[in-house]
């Protein structure tokens, strides 16, 4: 539609006056426009998109704007005030970010926007990633303590205030007001409309067509398997058609499966529920829809996405829209209060889309805010449980928004003072228990029916995010709100009041273990619940005291309603206590008793007001006595203590896991550490010596305190009821101390919370040094979710980290070691026994006897109220009880050497105590006390001096006696002192005997150390030939190689390698090595038992110029003249384990038999695939798939006189002959398909059919051969040492092992089936050696290490393992074959013609090709008789070699000129700055180059001589280093002393080493290379050479050529968040197209999206996902991603192979954040970035894998296909 209609259109809407007439005449041109727009009922359709814009939506703006619309709309933006609050809602992913000391709660968060430009970036933040659907909270006063806004909004803070409706044209809020309200109308009836079959009959009209769809819906029950599988049967479609409906289910919510008529559509629907109902579940949900009402539906949304932009434009717009969507339309009820009710009847997209609406308005603005919470309040039971019912997520309900509502301060005052809403969360929670789970009064919950119950536990939530907002004045109707809040939450603690209480087992094991979970899953919510209410109570004195007797009633109710309380009368020691009469090993126990933990966190409170418990007023009528309020705490204390005993081993794992719950960190805090504080309390307010009775009572042990106990006449039952009773006087021991110690509260310690907390941060340092990350969990979080270790680590700590990239770790600073408290309440048993280890360590040479006896650290002083708490330590009963203890050391059988050290730690504890009251001047008798009786307490710690039982704690015991003499002297009672533990003269003796006997062994020591030096250097002299040569091959025998060699000395300083001036090599025993299996030792000879070294052959790309570039087709595919691109290759790695051939084979027989005893579906489950010959080495499981086997060192020989005169010339001219000849013979014969110049042009049939040819066998080589007298001359005699003589042949099992390692090289490099006719093995074998020595010199580059020296045994033993191999194969290869591809390789090398040259010399990988022409040589020998065999010797022959290098070096040398891309210069010649010799080296190169580019064609100045030069002499280096290695495997040459270390002058070293001329410019000397400049002719005027440097420059490998790295990362991961937040999964869009977890390849950098089924593909018949794809495509199917927003690595190694991996990001602390949990700020560690480099180019990420699937069998089960 054109303007001018768009205009005429809006113009006769605007004149129709009655907004009832304007309504019906809008939805009748809907009716009409929307189908024939919307047919497809996508949201995605371009052409649907366009002409939604044109016909409805343009028409929409000019009749509000009543004009042209973009401008006004940029009038608007003009008079508009920039909102103050940034209000940006986060897309999925989305980096957000929440400033730890600035936010009111942990959920007011930042974009990346506005915390670059705030102050919160200096603070300390939260980073994490964005579910979506959240918004920016920077502007929002309410939401941050300080640094409200951030520099971009703090300008608009300061615009004056204005009504925004006053800047609308008056029409123009008339138009909007009337529009607005048609849209939401039409919207909530159209979305809202579940009209089965036809349409209804206010969108019907004549030209309306008939057709409909089958409209399945989404759910999270269903999975997308079953899914698929129902879509396939029902719409018939194929497995990728049924992927893409699914995903556009679970991203949009619902999607068209079928289109048709009625019947049609009707049949896959009654499928799809037939076969989704067959699980028991509920079907899916699916709907016959004409197709009319669909568009209308999409029609629906994207009005939705226009009201979202046009309110953007102008606060006034979004005000009326506000006003809109609140003002009532039928029965008295507004559009958002009905959405509110229907909200579960939407799909996804709906729901997705009026939220989003919502929170771009209603949201925004504090006062709609207000107003659209209390509708949300006042329909919350209902809201909540239609979610109950619902089956979509938490994140796409309504109920979800109540996160922006309810963490509002003001609104959350509001609502609770005047809406009830803390009555209303916690009544919707508590109605629901009731009505489904309360049985006896109590909860009840069985398992599998609790799903109901964990979607409601959102509304827990809910009220934790109510709770945050404290009031800081309170008003009445604040105070009854809380109140009431707090009725209703007591009702809800009654029912939770002693739910699954257990009685003890006596018969029999209990048989089915109850259901205990549910319990726990609910104090997780309500924990931080309970702690702020407790909060908000107790900053309110009235409202305190309130709370106080409506909880003391309310737990009077509970107790005496439940069981009658009986009383009883016990004695001890002379004193008579009235206690409750209840035996815990035959009644129930519940753990779960949360009224008395509240009224215990009430009673904290009151010291703050000076309230106590006998306060006048404070107890109401009838309330609990303190005997009472224990209770409930002390039998779950005494429940521990016997299960310690093992009284309660009948009851099963349940209860042990409800105990180990109830003190573990994540609960202690509200259960554990409650019960504690009420036994505090009553401690305080009963006397000390009626307290003791009681807890004596109920652990049973009142008799245990009578004197007579051990004199007593026992039965066998009563001697094991005694044995019973020394644990449980331990645990009671153990529980005094803490009752007694554990004072680091707030208002039971005068102490601060950062006091509390730096004590828990010492005490878990004290079990060993912890990293920031292990600190924080062992800590219990507040509701702000901090917990406070990062104000006090470094207070108490020292931070120390070990290198780099590992991780930091905390030790206890040495001053607080005196902290330490043995029986500290936090510890469970094994954190106990670690950190009294741990602490011996570190106090074992401390001089100060405190430090060493680890004595009990002073306690904090008492409030108030816990005042007459330490009165215990003085009481009667008290004493009598240490001294109880004390006594029974010495004699009696019924003693544990714990409780003495309690009772000695109890003894100094008070001894403290005593002694400080005395400072503060206040009576305290303990001491007193101890010494009186006969005998007395300290006349009992006298006589345990040097008594055996207590060796262990006689510091301490040396300790107590010296702190009873200071407070004996400090209180002026001289006359008691004690003496302390003697020093006798024994022990002077004994310390001195130590000594002697020390000083003595050293001696001792000294002189064997010095005979067997005398020995070793006698056995030396007598034995000079044993070390007259290292061992090369056996690197378990000794750690130096061939390549190790040491050749500083002697004229191997300047070995030579090649040609006739070869050095020499002695002659050297055969290697040994040890199998790793059997542990025999075997010789590495012909007449030994073969040897084999595991090996893994994997495909690469490592080295690849052009990424992504792949084989097009593997069975035709000519892999003999690699490419310079090297953009696919063979490598071959080991771990460096020997084993016999023969134990190898066992080995992984025994493999294939277990897995194949093993059930069908638990098969794969492995880390290697048996399928593809992997298994796992036996030592250090690294995985293989192949062996190589070990061979004898090829013989050193003598040379020839005659042989040293062979000149280049002599065999350039012989080769020469041989191609010429080669030549004529094929023209003769017309035998196209042999040809030397075979292209890859050539028809793919006629190479598949080339390569199927014999692999193995002997056969005449035909004419084209040299002589053996010319052979003579080119090779070295075959003249050996008689006593180390070397068979020309290997023996038949061997030559099988070298074809099985060949053939494995062949199926993985080219992933083909094996084919032993192959004439492509060799091939491939001569590609494996050169690439796998390309990768280790690369390696030893990027590390900066030398050339020798520096590869690992492992790495060498594989690099000397491959080369001689290779050299092996000449031996069992088929000699025509590998002659045809020498000929070829020859006429690249050595070119007679244009026309035989083959392929240009800008395209071969001249190394690669070096290495294939040294292989393959000697085939060129005649054969002189049957009987005359092949020797590897051949491959080895230095004059060959040396001519062969050299003209390779020329090839390579002429690609590095072709190819230069240096600035042009004017081509002036050096004549300064540069020695003679090099001066005319440089101009002798310049005029190369330029005759070379005229030979080219090529019209471009040379550039500068001495850059020229320069630029050569460098590229040649990586050419160069690769043949030293090759050459020194091969030769067996030792290197130069020169590269054992970095040197300056490398080129020369290697240039002297390979013998070629360190002067590049004499490769172009015809006196050095007969007819170089003919070949020089050939190689530029072949065709593609000429065409890549004149017009396809891309295409070029320039030189030298640059090695790939991991892509550059940002250093701050938030970058790289924000980044990847805007990838689109590229098969998805729409409102839901954003990808939920985007991996980048750290390879190339793209971004695809995993674990989505959405982006599977298939892949040689295997539906595999998007990082699987892609890894195959760009690193032959190894691969390194990093999932974005799980911050984890993701290392894959095959499509059914991966593994995680920590990341290369890592906070300040060194540790990493996998999930994103902590949230701390991640920053790029280079090192540990740089060794993930090093594993991919080392080729390491299988290993990796298989390692880490191996230490993790979970691994195992994921479907890494998937990813």
């Not at 991640?1722 to 080729?1739: F, N």
Request: aromatic content about 8%; some cysteine.
């Amino acid at each position: 539609m054109e303007s001018t209609d768009c205009a005429s259109l809006a113009n006769q809407w605007q004149r129709i006056t009655s907004e009832a007439l304007f309504h019906d005449t809008l939805l009748n041109y809907w009716r009409v426009k929307v189908p024939e727009i919307f047919k497809s009922g996508e949201l995605d359709n371009k052409q649907e998109n366009e002409n939604l814009k044109k016909n409805l939506l343009q028409p929409l703006e000019w009749f509000i704007c009543n004009g042209e619309p973009s401008q006004m709309f940029q009038q608007l933006k003009q008079k508009s005030n920039p909102p103050q609050m940034c209000g940006k809602v986060f897309k999925s992913g989305e980096s957000i970010y929440s400033c730890r000391e600035c936010a009111m709660d942990p959920t007011c968060c930042l974009c990346v926007t506005c915390f670059q430009n705030s102050r919160h970036k200096n603070h300390r933040y939260r980073m994490t990633s964005s579910n979506g659907g959240g918004y920016c909270d920077c502007g929002d006063a309410e939401a941050w303590k300080k640094d409200v806004a951030c520099d971009l909004h703090k300008l608009h803070s300061s615009l004056p205030n204005q009504d925004p409706l006053e800047r609308l044209p008056l029409d123009m809020q008339q138009y909007t007001r009337a529009l607005f309200s048609i849209i939401f109308r039409y919207c909530y009836n159209v979305l809202t409309m579940e009209v089965e079959g036809s349409i209804p009959e206010q969108w019907k009209h004549e030209k309306l067509e008939e057709n409909f769809c089958t409209m399945l819906f989404n759910d999270e029950v269903h999975t997308y398997e079953q899914v698929i599988d129902t879509l396939k049967k029902a719409v018939s479609c194929s497995e990728k058609e049924a992927i893409g409906y699914a995903t556009k289910v679970d991203r949009e919510g619902r999607s068209q499966v079928r289109l048709g008529n009625q019947d049609k559509c009707q049949k896959a629907k009654l499928i799809i529920i037939k076969n989704t109902a067959k699980t028991g579940s509920k079907p899916l949900k699916v709907s016959v829809m004409h197709y009319a009402l669909v568009a209308h539906q999409t029609f629906a949304l994207r009005l939705l996405e226009w009201l979202a932009e046009i309110i953007a434009i102008s606060d006034g717009l979004r005000v009326i829209l506000c006003q809109v969507a609140l003002e009532p339309i039928d029965d008295d009820q507004s559009v958002t209060e009905k959405l509110i009710l229907v909200d579960t009847k939407l799909w996804k997209g709906a729901r997705i889309g009026w939220h989003q609406l919502f929170m771009g308005s209603l949201l925004m603005d504090l006062e709609y805010k207000k107003r659209l919470a209390a509708l949300f309040t006042k329909h919350y039971r209902e809201a909540q449980f239609d979610f109950i019912k619902d089956d979509h997520d938490h994140n796409v309900s309504i109920v979800s928004l109540s996160v922006q509502m309810y963490t509002v301060p003001s609104v959350a005052r509001y609502l609770v003072a005047e809406h009830h809403l803390i009555k209303k969360i916690v009544d919707t929670f508590f109605d629901y228990c009731s009505q489904k789970h309360v049985k006896d009064g109590k909860l009840n919950f069985e398992r599998g029916s609790n799903a109901g119950l964990r979607r409601l536990l959102y509304s827990i939530t809910d009220l934790k995010y109510v709770l945050t907002c404290k009031p800081e004045e309170w008003s009445e109707p604040m105070k009854n709100g809380v109140i009431e809040g707090l009725e209703s939450m007591l009702k809800l603690m009654q029912l939770i009041q002693g739910m699954n209480s257990v009685s003890r087992q006596t018969d029999h094991h209990i048989e089915i273990e109850p259901e205990w979970e549910t319990a726990f899953h609910i104090q997780t919510r309500l924990e931080p619940c309970i702690t702020l209410l407790l909060d908000w109570i107790g900053s309110d004195q009235s409202l305190l005291i309130r709370a106080f007797r409506i909880v003391m009633l309310k737990l009077r109710y509970v107790i005496t309603t439940r069981k009658e309380v009986k009383m009883e009368n016990k004695q001890v020691s002379g004193h008579n206590v009235l206690c409750i009469e209840y035996d815990i090993s035959t009644q129930p126990v519940s753990i779960h008793i949360p009224i008395t933990r509240f009224l215990a966190g009430l009673y904290i409170h009151l010291g703050k007001y000076n309230l106590n418990y006998y306060k006048e007023g404070l107890l109401p009528m009838g309330s609990l006595n303190p005997m009472e309020l224990m209770e409930g705490p002390l039998r779950i204390q005494v429940l521990k203590a016997q299960c310690q005993v093992g009284l309660w081993r009948r009851n099963g794992y349940a209860l042990l896991n409800q105990l180990y719950n109830y003190n573990s960190v994540r609960f202690q805090n509200e259960t554990y550490d409650k019960d504690i504080i009420m036994l505090q309390t009553c401690a305080a307010v009963l006397p000390p010596d009626h307290f003791l009775i009681a807890v004596l009572n109920r652990f049973d042990l009142i008799q245990c305190m009578d004197t007579q106990y051990d004199t007593c006449a026992l039965s066998a039952d009563d001697v094991q009821a005694r044995q019973r009773n020394v644990t449980l006087l331990k645990e009671f021991l153990e529980l005094l101390i803490i009752i007694l110690c554990e004072r680091y509260v707030v208002g039971v310690g005068e102490i601060s919370d950062t006091d509390r907390i730096k004590r828990e941060v010492i005490h878990q340092l004290c079990i060993s040094p912890m990293t920031h990350s292990e600190i924080n969990k062992s800590l219990p979080e507040d509701a702000q979710e901090e917990t406070g270790a990062e104000d006090v680590v470094n207070l108490v700590g020292v931070f120390k980290k070990s290198g780099t990239t590992g991780k930091g770790i905390y030790e206890l600073n040495e001053n607080c070691l005196t902290s330490y408290n043995q029986y500290f309440y936090h510890y469970t048993r094994a954190d106990k026994s670690r950190s009294e280890e741990h602490q011996r360590k570190a106090r074992k040479n401390h001089k100060s006897i405190e430090v060493a006896a680890m004595v009990p650290p002073l306690p904090p002083t008492l409030c108030h109220n816990y005042s007459n708490m330490c009165r215990i330590l003085e009481c009667d009963i008290f004493v009598h009880i240490l001294n109880t203890t004390i006594a029974r050391t010495a004699t009696s059988k019924f003693w544990s050497e714990n409780s003495t050290h309690k009772a000695l730690y109890l003894t100094g504890l008070a001894l403290l105590e005593e002694e400080r009251l005395h400072r503060e001047s206040k009576s305290f008798q303990f001491s007193a006390k101890a010494s009186e009786g006969n005998p007395s307490l300290e006349q009992n710690l006298q006589s345990l001096v040097g008594n055996q039982r207590i060796d262990v704690y006689k510091d301490l015991l040396e300790w107590v006696l010296k702190k009873f003499s200071e407070v004996s002297k400090l209180k002026g009672n001289l006359g008691t002192e004690l003496p302390l533990e003697p020093k006798s003269m024994d022990d002077s003796k004994e310390e001195e005997e130590k000594k002697t006997k020390a000083e003595l062994a050293q001696e001792r020591r000294k002189r064997i150390m010095a005979q067997m030096s005398d020995m070793q250097r006698s056995f030396i002299k007598k034995n000079p030939s044993l070390f007259e040569d290292t061992n090369p091959l056996d690197s378990r025998k000794s750690s130096t190689t061939s390549m190790d060699v040491d050749v500083s000395d002697g004229p191997l300083s300047y070995a030579i390698a090649l040609g006739s001036e070869q050095t020499l090599i002695p002659v050297r025993e055969p290697s040994k090595v040890t199998c790793m299996l059997c542990q025999e030792e075997e010789k590495i000879s012909d007449d030994a038992p073969i040897m084999v070294l595991t090996a893994c052959i994997q495909r690469s790309s490592v080295l690849s110029s052009t990424r992504g570039k792949k084989i097009a087709d593997k069975d035709s595919f000519d892999p003999l003249l690699k490419s310079a691109d090297r953009y696919w290759g063979t490598h071959v790695s080991s771990c460096g384990h020997v084993m016999h051939a023969r134990c190898w084979q066992i080995y992984t027989d025994s493999l294939v038999a277990k897995e194949n005893k093993r059930p069908v579906r638990f098969r794969n489950h492995l880390s290697f695939d048996l399928s593809k010959n992997e298994f796992l080495c036996p030592l250090c499981e690294t995985v293989g798939n192949t062996v190589i086997t070990l061979l004898p060192d090829l013989l050193p020989v003598e040379k020839s006189k005659k042989q040293c005169d062979v000149s280049v010339e002599h065999m350039l001219s012989l080769i020469r002959d041989v191609l010429r000849e080669d030549m004529e013979l094929k023209e003769e014969a017309e035998i196209t398909m042999d040809t030397a110049t075979l292209s890859d042009e050539t028809p793919a049939k006629q190479k598949k059919d080339d390569y199927k040819k014999p692999f193995v066998g002997k056969s005449n080589i035909g004419k084209s051969t040299i002589s053996s007298e010319v052979w003579r001359l080119l090779s070295f005699n075959q003249q050996t040492n008689a006593k180390y003589s070397l068979k020309p042949h290997l023996p038949v099992d061997r030559t099988e092992m070298l074809k099985t390692f060949s053939m494995s090289i062949y199926t993985v490099g080219l992933n083909v089936m094996p084919d032993d006719s192959n004439s492509r093995i060799p091939i491939m074998c001569w590609e494996a050696v050169a690439y796998t020595i390309q990768t280790a010199e690369l390696y030893l580059r990027v590390e900066e290490k030398p050339l020798f020296c520096s590869l690992s045994s492992r790495q060498a033993d594989c690099v000397n393992a491959l080369v001689r191999l290779g050299a092996e194969g000449i031996t069992v290869y088929n000699h025509q074959h590998v002659r045809k591809q020498l000929l070829r390789l020859l006429n690249v090398l050595i070119p007679i013609s244009v026309e035989t040259s083959g392929c240009s010399i800008l395209d071969v990988d001249m190394f690669t090709l070096l290495v294939s022409v040294c292989f393959s040589m000697p085939v060129l020998k005649e054969a002189g008789g049957k009987d005359e065999l092949w020797s590897a010797n051949l491959c080895a022959d230095p004059i060959t070699n040396k001519h062969i290098m050299t003209l390779a070096l020329l090839a390579h040398v002429t690609q590095i000129l072709l190819t230069c891309d240096l600035p042009e210069d004017a081509g002036s010649p050096v004549t300064e700055d540069m020695d003679d010799m090099y001066c005319r080296e440089a101009n002798c190169l310049q005029k190369v180059l330029r005759d070379l580019y005229i030979m080219a064609g090529v019209k471009r100045n040379v550039p500068s001589a001495f850059d020229l030069w320069s630029h050569v002499t460098t590229s040649c280096l990586q050419f160069l280093r690769c043949s030293a290695l090759f050459f020194n495997s091969l030769a067996g040459v030792p290197f130069p002393a020169e590269l054992r270390n970095i040197v300056f002058d490398e080129f020369g070293v290697l240039c002297r080493y390979l013998a070629v001329p360190a002067n590049l410019a004499s490769l172009f000397d015809s006196q050095l290379i007969p007819g170089v400049h003919t070949f020089l002719q050939i190689w530029c005027s072949h065709l593609v050479t000429q065409e890549r440097l004149n017009h396809m420059e891309t295409l070029l490998v320039r030189y030298p050529v640059q090695h790939n790295k991991l892509i550059s990362l940002p250093y701050d991961y938030s970058d790289l968040m924000n980044q990847v937040a805007s990838f689109v999964c590229p098969k998805s869009s729409g409102i839901q197209g954003e990808s939920r977890a985007p991996a980048m390849c750290l390879v190339c950098g793209q971004v695809v999206c995993s674990q989505s089924y959405c982006c599977q593909t298939e892949v040689e018949e295997d539906t595999i996902g998007a990082c699987m794809a892609h890894a195959l495509q760009c690193s032959s199917g190894v691969g390194m991603y990093l999932r974005v927003r799980e911050c984890q690595l993701l290392l894959v190694s095959s499509k059914t192979r991966g593994c995680f991996h920590s990341p290369p990001y890592l906070d300040d602390y060194g540790e990493s954040d996998v999930g994103l949990r902590r949230g701390n700020p991640l920053r790029l560690c280079k090192d540990l970035y740089h060794k993930l480099y090093i594993l991919w180019l080392q080729h390491g990420i299988p290993a990796e894998v298989a390692h880490k699937l191996e230490a993790n069998s979970n691994l195992l089960h994921i479907d890494w296909q998937n990813l």
